[in-house]
């Protein structure tokens, strides 16, 4: 729980440093206090020209203290970026310009608390548990996401082409200089550090939801009878920037249709969502791009609060297949979880944008990249329906935007069910159903010990377009499938593409790829550590 721990005392930074020192001796990683010249460093980047004009070019220094400079660099970087967008801000008049600058509004002032937060911890010590070194790499690889959000925001907006233009150059600047960050970052403390992979058969854990630390509870019911007819004022209600260990302020939501969209910012940490089950407390809304909205500004439903937990409720676009994006959930929110939820939409259903998700037991509906973003997540026990899209279009289960080979981030989908819906099943022509196509250079997803039932295309998975530069980079792999659609045989032969054994697929789990073990436990929601064995 340390990196939760410490995520909530950052305001106090003599409190942090001491128990940054505590934890460090605790649980030291290999240190290399070797000197080494800045071509050596930057030609490890994946901009190792821009590496060597920010870095200092004359003598030698640690790696941990070139990282420290560079991370010092990214946030200076960042809050001139912010600055630089509310300025914009202040003199637009086009309400689909603003609409896309107020997406770059949000990602680059997170941007600024995750550098900041880094910044911090690796600048108190060379020693850092692996929670902490865990906990910076995911927040460094958000900053490139971030960026990257921003820039599609600014694409899919037509009256926006003047500021996009006038935004470019520090966009790319700065998503060169968050990228030399994190690779200097995984050099120093990442590759020195001993990762013990579990690869035991691990029962399944199982934690009662009404033994879960809850500090206050409310109630939304739209007769009037609870203490809010909207969710929204609900949430608006709770306290700014709790910690974990005060519990959960959990928002009981009365079955029903809410027609509201729902926003949870970065302030209201550990908040609890919980309906009376899926089809019973719905949330709906029909934001779509073909509507003049974004792709990040279309959810139904956004969260971007740590520590979130949603349970038993609905959550709908109902935009169409004819609208194009209309996002159901934007999660943006480190920590969080959805158990036995239903998210349903067509096209980019559900953006699980960043930082560390898991979702358990949840059904999943959409037609083209219905599950897309740059998480680390894991989808466990999970039903995904692929639906009937518009006539002439292919089903495509994941769109993974993994855009450095440095971040911690991927989907991975364990003892999953993906299926034709009804619709589909129903329907009058045929749709060919991959899962997953690169979004990003290089996209990762694993799915294992999933069952895949007849809709899916032999050979699996989908290039993006004409790009065939992507298919050496991405990781995508299969690990002991199952059902009509499982066979390897006669999937694509990309060089990234790979039927991978145990070992490897045991990196992608619950405890080894979002460190479940650490968080899971206090939200109250089952989860399998490891691979699932008979």
């Keep these: 729980m340390a990196s939760m721990f410490f995520s909530s005392l950052y305001p106090n930074a003599l409190l942090l440093l001491l128990l940054l020192l505590f934890f460090s001796i605790s649980y030291a990683s290999t240190t290399n206090s070797k000197t080494v010249d800045v071509n050596t460093v930057c030609n490890s980047t994946l901009y190792a020209n821009y590496c060597k004009s920010v870095l200092p070019s004359n003598g030698s220094l ?23 967008v509310e300025s914009y801000l202040k003199n637009q008049s086009s309400i689909t310009t603003i609409a896309a600058l107020e997406d770059c509004q949000i990602v680059a002032d997170l941007n600024v608390d995750f550098l900041s937060e880094s910044y911090l911890i690796i600048n108190a010590t060379d020693n850092l548990s692996s929670l902490l070194i865990v906990d910076v790499q995911t927040k460094l690889s958000t900053t490139i996401t971030d960026q990257d959000t921003c820039l599609v925001s600014l694409n899919e907006t037509a009256s926006a082409e003047s500021v996009k233009n006038a935004l470019y150059p520090s966009l790319t600047n700065g998503t060169m200089l968050y990228s030399v960050s994190l690779s ?116 139904t439903f956004a969260v971007l609060g740590q520590g979130f937990v949603g349970v038993n409720f609905t959550v709908r676009n109902t935009a169409g297949a004819i609208s194009g994006q209309a996002v159901a959930v934007r999660n943006g929110a480190d920590l969080s979880t959805f ?157 990234g593409y790979h039927v991978i054994n145990a070992t490897d697929a045991v990196k992608y789990t619950v405890s080894n790829f979002i460190a479940g073990d650490s968080w899971l436990p206090a939200t109250g929601v089952p989860y399998k550590g490891g691979l699932f064995f008979d």
């Design 62 to 84: 640690t790696l941990h203290e070139y990282t420290r400079i560079s991370v010092k660099k990214s946030l200076s970087a960042a809050k001139q970026f912010l600055e630089l």
């Design 184 to 299: 200097l970052f995984t050099d120093a403390w990442v590759t020195n550090t001993t990762v013990t992979t579990v690869i035991s058969r691990r029962k399944l854990l199982q934690v009662v939801l009404d033994q879960v630390h809850v500090n206050e509870t409310v109630v939304v019911n739209q007769d009037g009878s609870g203490n809010f007819t909207t969710i929204s004022d609900a949430i608006a209600a709770a306290p700014n920037n709790t910690n974990s260990q005060d519990g959960y302020f959990k928002i009981h939501v009365v079955k029903g249709v809410y027609e509201e969209y729902i926003s949870i910012a970065k302030t209201k940490k550990n908040i609890m969502i919980v309906g009376d089950g899926i089809n019973q407390t719905v949330i709906t809304g029909n934001r779509s791009v073909a509507g003049g909205s974004t792709t990040f500004n279309s959810a």
């Design 339 to 495: 158990y036995l939820c239903s998210f349903e939409g067509y096209q980019d259903t559900l953006y699980e944008h960043s930082l560390r998700q898991f979702y358990r037991e949840c059904d999943i509906y959409g037609t083209i990249d219905f599950i897309f973003g740059n998480a680390a997540v894991v989808f466990q026990s999970c039903n995904i329906y692929a639906r009937l899209p518009r006539q002439g279009q292919s089903n495509i289960v994941t769109a993974q935007g993994r855009s450095d080979p440095n971040q911690s981030t991927g989907t991975s989908i364990q003892d999953c069910n993906i299926r034709a819906s009804a619709e589909l099943l129903l329907s009058s022509y045929t749709v060919l159903t991959y899962l997953g196509r690169p979004w990003k250079a290089y996209s990762r997803v694993v799915v294992m010990q999933s069952y895949l039932g007849s809709l899916i295309d032999p050979a699996g998975w989908l290039a993006w377009g004409s790009d065939n530069s992507t298919l050496s980079t991405l990781y995508y792999a299969e690990f002991s499938n199952t059902g009509p659609g499982s066979p390897t045989a006669n999937r694509v032969n990309w060089p």
